[in-house]
């Protein structure tokens, strides 16, 4: 931490350099920077690797499975006996980029996988 201020310091103008109650406002102000940045982000649901989907096999793979590669599922939904599941994510930041992924499964009444959509943005 010391050599980080020892930098800082040296990036002042000259004046301020040696001016020990205006460079501690600048130094606190420059402190301040990380938070500010990070406080425009948020995020909904839980992060994971839509890839994994691929690894999922129709009439084979169970739900069982699908957790055990994707983490616990944001929903479900029962119809006529098949079970639907879905996973979410969505991360934006203040500077407008972001991400969002979302992979939905479907399994029979055998608990077998029936059908898969997944995709991010």
Same mark, same amino acid.
């Given at each position: 931490?010391?050599?980080?201020?020892? %930098?800082?310091?040296?990036?002042?103008?000259?004046?301020?350099?040696?001016?020990?109650?205006?460079?501690?406002?600048?130094?606190?102000?420059?402190?301040?920077?990380?938070?500010?940045?990070?406080?425009?982000?948020?995020?909904?649901?839980?992060?994971?690797?839509?890839?994994?989907? %691929?690894?999922?096999? /129709?009439?084979?793979? /169970?739900?069982? %499975?699908?957790?055990?590669?994707?983490?616990?599922?944001?929903?479900?939904?029962? /119809?006529?006996?098949?079970? /639907?599941?879905?996973?979410?994510?969505?991360?934006?930041?203040?500077?407008?980029?972001?991400?969002?992924?979302?992979?939905?499964?479907?399994?029979?009444?055998?608990?077998?996988?029936?059908?898969?959509?997944?995709?991010?943005?």
């Amino acid at each position: 931490m010391a050599l980080i201020r020892k %930098d800082l310091r040296q990036a002042l103008p000259f004046g301020l350099q040696n001016n020990t109650r205006v460079r501690g406002d600048y130094m606190r102000a420059l402190s301040l920077v990380p938070v500010l940045l990070l406080a425009g982000c948020a995020s909904t649901g839980r992060d994971f690797d839509i890839s994994k989907i %691929d690894q999922l096999q /129709t009439g084979v793979s /169970t739900v069982t %499975d699908a957790v055990a590669l994707l983490g616990p599922y944001s929903t479900e939904a029962v /119809t006529n006996n098949m079970h /639907t599941y879905a996973w979410s994510f969505a991360h934006a930041t203040a500077f407008g980029t972001g991400h969002a992924k979302t992979a939905i499964l479907t399994f029979g009444p055998d608990g077998k996988l029936v059908s898969r959509t997944g995709g991010s943005q």
